[in-house]
C-alpha cells in the first residue's frame, strides 16, 4: 500500500497545479463562503497591500453622473465593501446582509487595481473583464433555477454555419432539449440574442440560459424547445478567442452591430436551423428574443419578418438609440408605424417587454409602449427593480420561456 | 449624429465592464504580449506590491527533489522570472529568450501570492487552479494546429448519457468533424482519456483537441472522426461547476478513478455513442487513447475488451503505480499478461506509447515495453523533451490521430 499511495503522490504532483506542469499553488484560504445566516464572506491574500475591495452586483447600488461628450446622466455602480487584513496577510469582507438567492458577478481590488477570486474557479468573461461569480441559490427561489439539479440534461453544442452576408463561417451555441436525439418531432425554436458586449457564449455563461431551460422543462413549466444563441456581431466569426482573429482581447466591436447588417442576415440562420435540425418550421415554431442590442435586434428582425416569428421578447431593449442613423441597411429601420401595423395585423401570440426602472433605457422603452398603446397593439410589461443588469436579462428569460409555444 | 454618440456611449457603459452592471474596469496595460524578436513581455499592475513573480511552462525548467511520506523524488518545475516595478506601478518581465512556438500556461506571484495575468481573457482551469494562457502560433510549426483557422470547423457539444454503473446521467463532450451532419456516412470514433485532475473539458481547454482535429482533418492529413472525451471519474456527473454538486471547488477526486470502476463501465459509453451517432460500430473504426491516468485507463479498457479497439494510445501513462491495489474491480487488472498475449494475437492495427524523457513514469514505462519486446509484441514509440506536461499531451495527440483509421 506504501507504494501505492507514493505512486498517487507522484500522480497528483504531476497531475496537479503543481510540480511537472506546475505553476504556484493556492492556498487553503476559502473564498467565497456563504454562511448560515445568509450573509457571504470575502477572502483575498494579498500580505503587501494597503487597500482591498470588493464590488459587485450583489451590493446596493450607489448613483453617480458621468459625463460623455459634455452631456451627463446617472448611472447606477454597486457599492464597494473594504476588506479587512487579519492572520496570514489573508484579508477578509463579510456583507452587512444577507445575500439574496441569485447569480452575481464580483471583483477585488487590489491597491487600485482589479482583480478576480484566486481562490474561486468559477470566473465569466464580461466584454473583456474577466469576474469571479457567486450563486446563491435556495429551493423555491428563482435563483434555483440558474442552478444544475438532477434532471434531464439538453445537449449544449457549439455549431459553425456558413453566412452568406458575412462571407464567413459563424459560430452559434444551439441547446437541443433531453430527448430530442431519441425522438422523432419536430420542435419549435427560439432564438436568443445578446447584448452589445456579448457574444454566442453570453447567454450560456451569464444567462445561465441553459440551466434555465433544462429546469423550467423538467418542471414542466416549459415545452422542450432548441434554443439558438447568435453572434449578433456579423463582423465577427465567433466570440473572442474562438475565432481566426488569434490572440486579441476582445472588445466591444461596434461596426456592424447595430446598423442593420445583422438583422438583414438573419433570416440565413433560421433557415440554416430549419435545415439542420427537426423543427416546427413555421411561425407558430418560432420565438425570438434578446438583450439590451438584442432587444433592438429583435424588435427590427421581427418587424421585417412578420411571419417569422409568433413570440417576441425584448429585454432591456436598446430602442431609440438613434443607432439607425449610420445605417448600412436603411431598409430595416424605415416605415416602423407602417411595420408595425403589418405585424400587429397578423396576429402574433406574444410581444413581451421586460425593463429595470433604473435602466438608462426606460424612457426610451416607455415611449414605445405609448406607441403601442395608442394604437391599441398588444403586448405583456414587466417592469422590475434595478437597471440594465444580468440579474434582470435572467429574470427576463425566465419570465418568457413559459410563455411560448403553448 | 451627436444623440447617436450619446446613446452609443450609454450603452457601453451600460454593456460593458463599467456602470450599472459594473465592476471595476481595467488599465491599459497589455500583457502578455509576443515582441518581434519572439521574447514576450508580461505586465502585471501592483503599485503596492514588494514582488512579482511570473513562471510558466515556458520558462527553463529546474529539477527540485520532493518528499512524500519519506521518500524522495525529483520534478521539474518551471523556473520564475522576476518582474520589475515601472511607471504606474506596472511591473514588467521579458523573457531573455525568444519563447518557442507552442501553447504555455502561466501565472503570476504577488508577494507570494497566486495570481492570473488580468489583462490576459484567456483563461484555463487546471484542476483548481487558474491558469493564463500564452499561445504562439507560427506558420509551419506544430503549434500552428493549436490556432484557430478559417477552416471548416467541426461541432462540439456537451452531451449527457444515462450511466448504469454510476446510477446517474454523465457528462461527454462529443465533436463530429465538418460534413457529419450533412454527410449520410459512417464514421469512426476515437476516444480520448484525461488525467487525474481533468474531466470531460480538459482535453478541449488545455489539450487543444478540437482545433488539432480541424486543422488535420482539413489538411487532409487526418480522416474526418469522432471525437469522444470522457469524464474518468465514475463517481462524477460532470466537470467541477458542471454538475449539481453546486458551489464546490474541484479537488482531485480519487476515489473511482484507477480502481476499476471506470474501466469496467466503459462499454455502456461506446454503446451510447453507437447508439446516438452514425459510428462504424466494429473494431477497425474505434480507436482510444489518454494521458496518465487516462493512459491506465487505456492500456486496461483495451485489454479487457480485445476486440473494441484498434488502435490504442497510452500518453505518459500512469502504468506500474500500484494504483490496482485497491481495485473495486479486480478483474479488470488480473492476469495481464494472458490478456496481452490475447488482444496481440487478434492484430490490432497500432499500440502507441508516447513519454517524455524526464517523465515521472518513464521507469515504469520501460519496464512495460520491456515486455512488450521480449514477447515480440509489435508498437509505436515516441520519446520527447521534458516531462508529465500538456505541452507533450498536446504533441502525442496530433502524431496518433494521423495514424487512425487509413
Redesign the interface.
Known sequence: ???????????????????????????PVQSPV?NADGTVTFRF??????KVEV???FMPVQKRE?E??G?K?T????GVGELKEGKG?VWEYTTPFAVAPDMY???F????????D??????N???????SVL?V?AAGERSDLY????V??G??????YHSAAAG??R?LTVYTP?GY?TSKAKYPVLYVLH????DEDAWVTQGRATQILDNLIARGEAKPMIVVFTNGNIAC?AA?????D??V??T?R?PKTMEGSFESAFPEVVKFIDS?YRTLARKQGRAICGL??GGFHTLYITLNNPDMFNYSGMFSA?I????E??AAHPEIYQDVDKKLATYFSKKPALLWIGIGKT???IQSNNEFREKLNAAGYPYKYMETDG????KNWRIYLSEFVPLLFK
Request: with cysteine; proline share 6%.
Open positions: 500500500m506504501k507504494k501505492f499511495f507514493i505512486a498517487m503522490a507522484a500522480l497528483c504532483i504531476g497531475l496537479g497545479a503543481s510540480a511537472q506542469q506546475a505553476l504556484f499553488g493556492d492556498g456563504i491574500q494579498a500580505p503587501k497591500a494597503i464590488t459587485g452586483d458621468v460623455f461628450n452631456n446622466m448611472v447606477e455602480i454597486p496577510g458577478n464580483y471583483t481590488r487590489v491597491d487600485g487595481v482589479s482583480q478576480i484566486p481562490h474561486n474557479m468559477w470566473v468573461r464580461d466584454v473583456a473583464s474577466l469576474t450563486l441559490p442552478a444544475i439539479h438532477k434531464p440534461h445537449t449544449v453544442s457549439k455549431v459553425w464567413f463561417d459560430r433531453a436525439e447584448g452589445v458586449g456579448g466569426e473572442p478567442l474562438e475565432n481566426a488569434g490572440y482581447n476582445p466591444m461596434l439542420r439590451s442590442m436598446a431609440g438609440t438613434g443607432s442613423a449610420k435602466d438608462f433605457l437597471g440594465h443588469i444580468w
